[in-house]
């Protein structure tokens, strides 16, 4: 980082063989071979979404493995609750990198040389700071559960600031094509990951919670399920009402009233009562066959009692 801000004007062939040669250029090579067909991103969104679908369906009692959720679905559920937060982090990455830029070329080399002489210890000094929060919330994470995500990005953060502070005050003494030099880049590219899969367990078990709060909020508004049965299911779910059909030639036999349709996964459906609640209600997960059928009225409109 620190070669970077001291010299951005870099040019000519032998630039190019020292970029080529140099430690973190080698260290993104181990990196990038030990990751092989799976991304830093991606594995973040992975981690995501499956930390995401454990606790949105332990809410509603039900254990995620019965419903054989694909990987699909998973990434597909990373995705649209980890691009928010990637954008805001990428955003301000942006802006910083950005005004790195615009600063080192307006002013004069000795007025930036004293901005970097400045900032060395206070980077480390902050970074101490965010390194050691960091750690003791790990030690004992009840204080600080409603600052999802924080700890983790802190940890990543303080990494860094630790890391242009070395390379600041030991500037020209590391050889960075050396064994060692590259050690030190996996090192802290392994801690910033560490980081950042941190901040994402926090921020997807919160967000587990909140979606799974909201779409108990929303049962009453989803349409109604009228499930109809060739034999007997024998639910015993508060709401759910089971009647015979009067019909000995009707291919169901049995209707079930009082149900809302959380969703399809797989080949189970997962069925609530419409009274469902996280302190008071039962999840039906049942399988989908040709013995059972399901219609669907909406929920302002009553469903019908015909078999």
């Not at 067909?37 to 009692?61: D, E």
């Not at 609750?81 to 000795?110: D, H, K, N, Q, W």
């Not at 049962?219 to 024998?234: D, E, T």
Request: glycine residues 8%; contains cysteine.
């Amino acid at each position: 980082m620190s070669s970077l801000l001291d010299h951005p004007h870099v040019s000519g062939p032998e630039s190019a063989d020292d970029g080529e040669t140099s430690g973190p250029a080698r260290a993104l090579k181990v990196v990038g071979s030990v990751l092989a067909n799976a991304t830093l991103l991606t594995a973040l969104v992975f981690h995501f979404g499956f930390l995401y679908t454990q606790v949105f369906f332990a809410h509603f009692g039900v254990h995620y493995t019965v419903l054989g959720e694909s990987t699909d679905i998973i990434l597909v559920r990373g995705v649209d609750g980890i691009y928010i937060p990637l954008a805001v982090l990428s955003a301000s990455v942006l802006v910083v990198m950005c005004a790195i830029r615009y600063l080192r070329a307006r002013l004069a080399e000795r007025t930036w040389q004293e901005i970097l002489r400045v900032c060395t210890p206070l980077a480390g000094v902050v970074g101490v700071v965010l390194v050691g929060a960091a750690v003791i919330v790990a030690i004992d994470p009840r204080p600080f559960e409603d600052d999802a995500g924080l700890p983790g990005m802190s940890f990543a953060a303080g990494v860094l600031l630790l890391v242009f502070t070395w390379r600041r005050v030991m500037a020209g003494a590391v050889d960075g094509a050396s064994g060692t030099a590259v050690a030190e880049w996996v090192i802290i590219f392994v801690l910033v990951s560490v980081g950042l899969f941190w901040a994402v367990s926090d921020y997807s078990s919160a967000v587990g919670v909140r979606r799974a709060s909201e779409t108990e909020a929303a049962i009453p508004a989803r349409p109604h399920v009228l499930l109809f049965s060739a034999k007997s299911l024998n639910f015993a779910a508060n709401g759910v009402e089971e009647v015979e059909c009067a019909r000995p030639e009707s291919a169901y036999k049995y209707r079930y009233d009082g149900l809302k349709l959380l969703l399809q996964s797989g080949n189970q459906y997962v069925l609530l009562p419409a009274g469902w609640t996280s302190s008071d209600g039962t999840a039906i997960v049942l399988p989908r066959s040709d013995q059972v059928r399901l219609e669907f009225t909406a929920a302002a409109t009553p469903p019908g009692d015909a078999c």
